[in-house]
């Protein structure tokens, strides 16, 4: 039928029909929640990003070009949300490793999970490098093209299979070390 | 025996081991065992779900949305919209439109819009942001004979057959800035003699007495002679027939 691409929401929220995002915001919030709590482990932090990007969109609508993949654009807030936060992490950590007191942040907000099976695989997840968790969310959670997470990740398809696989080949590692 | 590699192993899990891999699988138990541990991981991922996020995120954001809207001047969405059509086509400060006075005409022309959307000007008011929008504001004003001929004969046709007084209305007083074109001035003074709201007469009888358009005497005659038309229109009528004569 005649939907209204998230493209056009996009224009018409950069002519300042704000209410626009509505519709904008009811596409993407679950995914955008997914993608932070898969790569952040964080249900607090995860709710706190996903309004930040929305509000970034709401707020730099102006900035979005128009024509291009809205998808695209806002999965650029969303990854560089999800940096600035590893960012803010590491400088936290830094700070508490003189005082040998590491909280370990991350698996402090535990989230209830559908199975054990999954509360697994969020614990091998959250051994993974940030950059190849976020790699893997983006592929296997989110479902996202190997072209869109190239172009997103300024690298080459090729390179990006290539990191997928071993990145799964490091997840397979990690999820059955568990059960030693 | 060869072994299997990771990467067949995991693209197996992901897709079907070849009748090659398959053989070695069922004679290989290493190899088998890292070939299902693969199925195992990829299956939790598919069937993982995702979870619900939490309403606190649309509260906030539909707050900063309030806010935000608040922040834009003449924000109200009807307004926007008929404030630049109108802006095109009359070159009015949008401001004026702000005034309470006008805000029924404004209301009014957002009616018009798919009316407007027929004519070749809806191009113009496709660019998306507002200095784009803007700059064909510019250029019409620059090339006003070619553009406004087909915006006049918009607003004559609105004036003359639109079923909303207020409509109309705009429609006139949209017009007034073309008064300076002949052609305009004659079809306003023709269109006065099939108009039936006292406001909109009154309206187009002032810009014809302003412009000192004679043609407006015939109609304005006729007027006079109505024996329906309200008093005060006839005391105006009989004022600029004056001013004309
Ligand atoms: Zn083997």
Redesign the interface.
Known sequence: MNKVTDEQLMEAVQRDKLDQLNVLFERYQKRIYNYFLKSTGDVEESADLTQAVFIRVLKYRKSYRSGSAFEFWIFQIARNQVKDHFRKLKVYKDQFTDLQTIPDVEESDEYALQSERERRLQLAMNQLPPDKRELLVLAKFQNMKYEDIANLRSASVSAIKVQVHRTIQQLRAYYFEQED | MIHAT??QL??AAEAHPDDELALHLAQCEACRN?YE??C???Q??T????????Q???W???A??AE??AS?PR?K?YL?IAAAILLLLTGYVVGTYLAPTHRKEVIALQSQVSLLKEMALVNALEP???SERIQVVNQIQANEPTVSEKLISTLIRTLNTDDSPNVRYAAAQALERYIHQESVRLQLAASLEFQTDPLIQLSLISMLVEAQEKAAIKPIKELLGNPNAPKELKQQAQLALDILT
Do not use: F, G, H, N
């Open positions: 990771d990467e995991y693209e890292r541990e693969y195992a991981v990829l939790v991922i069937e993982s779900k995702d979870e619900e996020p939490p606190s995120i649309r906030e954001v539909e900063a949305i935000e809207r834009i924000q969405p926007q998306q942001t507002a």
